[in-house]
C-alpha cells in the first residue's frame, strides 16, 4: 500500500507517520511506501529512510497537485492547512491553502484514469459556530465564524460531491481540539487549553485567559491518529452520502481540566495556573463549540478519551516519558 | 440607486426586473438604473429603455466581473446559475457558473476600494438532502445531493465569510420549488409540479411521473420576487452571521395540488392529469426537502402564499389574465 501525507511537517501528522511506520500496516494492509508533502520538507522519522519519500512543495501551485498523485497512493491523509489565526489575518493565503489546494487535489484525482483513492481529510469542530444547543447533534448546520471554519466546511461539501460522483472515497473527520499539544506555548486563541496542563507538568508556569467555567472539546494527538486511521478503514457503503463526521471528544470546562491536573500531579503542580483574563480571548472563545453528541462516529468506532484525566495520563506517557516535574 | 441582476434572462430575473421598474423604487429608494446582465441577451421589458441597460458576458471569465461592478451597483441579485440538471450532466460547467463565477463576483467587490454593496444571492432547498426530518428547521446541516446543491451550499458560505469579514452586505436566500413556472413544459425532474396545473388550466393534458402522496415545498413566482425585495431591505444587525435563509412556502401533496386545482377550475380542468408513474422520476424526487419550520424568515417578515389555492390563483391573474379555458 502506498501513502501519501500531506501537511507532513505538522504536529498530528508526524505522529501519523511513525505511527505508520512502526506498524508498518493500515488496518491489516502492508505499507510499502510513504510519501510526506509539506510546503517546508517534513522530517522523516529516523529509521524508516527506506520506506519513506520526504517533498517539499506548495500544493496550490498549478500542475503539483496532479505530480503528487502520479505514482496512484492509494490512501491519502490531506492534513495541509493554513491555522485558524493565520487564515482570519491573511485572508488571501487561508483561502489559497485550504480551499484552492484542496480542489486541485480533488481535481487532480478526478482527471486521472481508473484511480479512486481513500482520501482522509483533516477538518474541524470550526466549521461549527454560536449559538450551539448543548450537545450539537450530527446534523446540525456548518456556520462557521472564522475563514478557516469556511474552508474547512467548503472543502467539507466539495469532497462529499466528489465522493457522491465516484470520483474517490471520501471521509472528512472533525478533530476536537487537541490537548495536551507538545511543544512551545503558541499564541494561537485556543493554546492555554494545553498550556495550562503542559507547563505545570513541565514545573513551569502557566497563564489561565479565560474563567474555569469555559467549556470545550477536547481529545489528544494519540486520539486524533486514532481517528485518522479509523477514518482509512472505512467503507463507503458505512458512510453513504454524509461523509462527514464529527469526532468524539471529552467535554469538560477548564475548572474541570485544572481538577482533573491536581488529581494526577498534586496541589504544587496545579498551583503553577496563574489567572490573568483576557477580553479578547474570552470572546474568541465564547464563539466556540462547547460539546457534541457525536452519535455516528461513535456508532461507526470511533474513540476518544473518556476523561480529561486520561487525556492528561496519554501526555505523560507519549510525551514525558511517564515523568512529572513535581 | 443602482442595481444589477445576474442570470437577468431566467424567468424569476426577468419578473423582478417588471417589478423594479413599475415600483421605480426598492424599499422606499428610486431606481436610477438596472444592469441586466446574462451569457444571453437579457430582453429588457418594453417601455423603461432609459433605465435599463443589457450585458451579454460570462461571469466566470476572467475580468468580467470587476468590468461589472466599475459603476458600483448598490443592490447586486444575483440569479445566474447553471440549473441542476444540467449541472448534474455537466460537472465543469456547473462548477464553473455556480461556484467559480460567484466567487470571482465576490473578490471583485473585496478588491474594490470603499464598496460594500448589498448582495442578494439565489440559493436553494437543494442545498438540503434526505434523510430529513419532518420539519426541515433553520440550523438543519446542508447535506446536497447533487452537484447544484453543493456548488449553491459552498456559495452560501463563501457569501457568509465574506459579509463577515465586512467585504459586503450579504444575504441568501433559499427558494423553494417554483410553482406555477409560465412557459412551455420541460425535462427538469422537478417540472411536473408546474406542469399538471399549468397544461390544464390551459386546456392541454398533463403528465404525473409519481403518485399523489408525494409531499414539496412551493412557491409562487410572485413571491419569489417578493422574497429578493424583501432580502435586499434587510440590516446585517438583522441578520447577524447566519445570512442564509430558507424561505417560506407551501407544503402540500400532489394530491393535494390536484384537489386545489379541482376547487378552483373543476372537474373538467383536473381530469387533464394523466398518470404515467416514471420509477427515474420517483427516485430523484424522493430526496427532495418535503416541509421546512422557515421560522427565521417568517419571523424576519418573508411572507410566501398560505394554501396552494393561493399559488394556482396568483398563476390565474399574473400568467392567464384571470382566464381559465374551460
Redesign the interface.
Known amino acids: 500500500m502506498n501513502i501519501l501525507v500531506t501537511g507532513a511537517a505538522g504536529m498530528i501528522a508526524s505522529k501519523l507517520t511513525l505511527r505508520l511506520l512502526k506498524d508498518a500496516a493500515l488496518n491489516g494492509t502492508p505499507v510499502d511506501r510513504i510519501k510526506l508533502v509539506d510546503v517546508v520538507p517534513p522530517e522523516p522519522p529516523p529509521g524508516f529512510s527506506g520506506k519513506v519519500e520526504t517533498v517539499a512543495l506548495d500544493l496550490a501551485a498549478p500542475g503539483e497537485a496532479t505530480k503528487l498523485i502520479a505514482e496512484r497512493p492509494d490512501v491519502i491523509f490531506h492534513l495541509a492547512a493554513i491555522v485558524s489565526g493565520e487564515a482570519e489575518l491573511d ?1 488571501d493565503k487561508g483561502y489559497r491553502i485550504n480551499l484552492d489546494a484542496t480542489r486541485l487535489l480533488l481535481e487532480a484525482i478526478r482527471a486521472a484514469p481508473d484511480y479512486r483513492p481513500k482520501l482522509v481529510f483533516a477538518s474541524s469542530i470550526a466549521v461549527f ?1 454560536a449559538p450551539f444547543p448543548p450537545a450539537i447533534p ?8 472564522t ?1 478557516y471554519g ?1 474552508q474547512k ?2 472543502a467539507e ?2 469532497l ?2 466528489y465522493a ?2 465516484g470520483f474517490l472515497d471520501g471521509v472528512a473527520i472533525r478533530l476536537p481540539t487537541i490537548n495536551v499539544r507538545p511543544g512551545r506555548p503558541n499564541r494561537a486563541a485556543s493554546g492555554f487549553f494545553s498550556s495550562i496542563i503542559r507547563e505545570p507538568l513541565a514545573g513551569q508556569n502557566a497563564v489561565l485567559p479565560v474563567d474555569e467555567g469555559v467549556r470545550h472539546w477536547h481529545a489528544s494527538p494519540r486520539a486524533a491518529v486514532g481517528f485518522l486511521l479509523h477514518a482509512a478503514s472505512l467503507k463507503s457503503e458505512q458512510l453513504g ?2 461523509i462527514s463526521l464529527t469526532m468524539p471528544g471529552v467535554s469538560c470546562t477548564v475548572g474541570e481540566q485544572i481538577a482533573a491536573l491536581r488529581r494526577i500531579a498534586g496541589d504544587k503542580v496545579a498551583a503553577r495556573i496563574r489567572r490573568e483574563p483576557d477580553p479578547m480571548i474570552m470572546r474568541i472563545v465564547g464563539g466556540w463549540p462547547r460539546c457534541f453528541d457525536a452519535a455516528r462516529a461513535t456508532a461507526l468506532g470511533f474513540r476518544a478519551e473518556a476523561t480529561f484525566d486520561d487525556i492528561i495520563r496519554t501526555h505523560i506517557e507519549d510525551e514525558l516519558g511517564g515523568k512529572i516535574a513535581a
Open positions: 485572508f459556530g450530527d446534523d446540525f448546520a456548518l456556520t462557521p465564524l475563514s469556511t466546511a467548503v461539501l466539495l462529499a460531491d457522491r460522483r452520502n454524509r
